[in-house]
């Protein structure tokens, strides 16, 4: 045990590029983190707004506004895309989780799912509100 | 604790000590989200814009103020959770663990920033009187 040397390993993003080849499966997995962790700006972006809502009128008027401004808009919009997707590649790990749909052609399906499922529930999302 | 023997005792914890504990939180989070995220994405994107009065009023009521509760509580408890998992993946040593106490404590200060906002929403109409209180003379 006391000639590995620990601490100084080499973690996981440093195959990417020279040694690793980006498949679907492996970018829908990124792109769970990625949505997953960047959520929280827009969560501390509601919670301003719910604060401010508590506080009155006057901060009220200044979170409402620079969430819906066209700044805002764009992006609680790419937001919304996030959280939609994150939830469908959940759900995909919830299915992965009961040894479903893990052979290659399905779970590449599933990616595609993920994708495509977030593009069009955020359409609707912003046609139904 | 003395009738269970050292082996048993760490059978199924693994490296962590605490085994399958994380995953398993963070699916029991996932499943009550996928729902909740739903409920959410269609209460607080309408009520978002509405006039000060309004938009109070709304979450006067109690469907989207348990609504939004419950998603500042397990969704923030998810990524107190999920945020470790990706710190712990690409940071090591000294950094890893201030990244990982940074996360959680901002996970938990906009947990508590959003759910004391909501009960307080939600809970105003019932103390505050609609009326000014007139006592008799």
New interface residues.
């Given amino acids: 045990m006391a000639d590995i040397p620990r ?1 100084n ?1 080499p ?3 440093y195959m990417l590029g020279p040694y690793y080849r980006i498949q679907l499966t492996s970018l829908t997995s990124i792109l769970t ?1 990625i949505t ?2 960047a ?2 700006v827009t ?2 972006l ?6 401010a ?2 506080s009155g ?1 006057e901060a ?2 200044t979170a ?1 506004g620079v ?2 401004s066209w700044f805002g808009d764009l992006v ?1 919009t790419l937001s ?1 895309l996030g ?1 939609w997707y994150h ?1 469908l590649a ?2 995909r ?2 299915i992965w ?1 009961n040894l479903a749909m893990l052979e290659v052609p399905k779970a590449e399906m599933l990616g595609w799912a993920c994708l495509g499922g977030s593009v069009v529930l955020t359409l609707l ?1 912003i046609i ?2 | 604790m003395h009738f269970i023997t050292d082996r048993k005792r760490a059978t199924g914890l693994g490296a962590s000590g605490s085994g399958t504990t994380r995953h398993w939180r963070l699916t029991v989070t996932s499943v009550a989200l996928v729902a909740l995220v739903v409920f959410f994405v269609f209460s607080f994107g309408f009520a978002l814009g509405m006039p000060y009065e309004e938009a109070a009023a709304f979450y006067g009521r109690p469907f989207p103020a348990i609504v939004a509760l419950l998603t500042f509580v397990v969704g923030m408890y998810h990524f107190r959770l999920g945020s470790q998992v990706m710190i712990e993946d690409y940071a090591g040593g000294a950094t890893r663990h201030w990244l990982v106490i940074g996360a959680i404590c901002l996970a938990y200060l906009l947990l508590a920033i959003g759910a004391f906002s909501v009960i307080a929403l939600a809970v105003r109409p019932l103390i505050v009187p609609a009326a000014p209180l007139v006592l008799p003379a």
């Fill in positions: 601490g390993r973690l996981s993003p983190r997953g962790n959520l929280i969560t501390a509601i919670a301003w707004w719910f604060a809502l508590v009128p009220y008027a409402n969430i819906t609680m919304l959280l939830t959940g759900i790990h919830l989780d999302t139904i509100l």
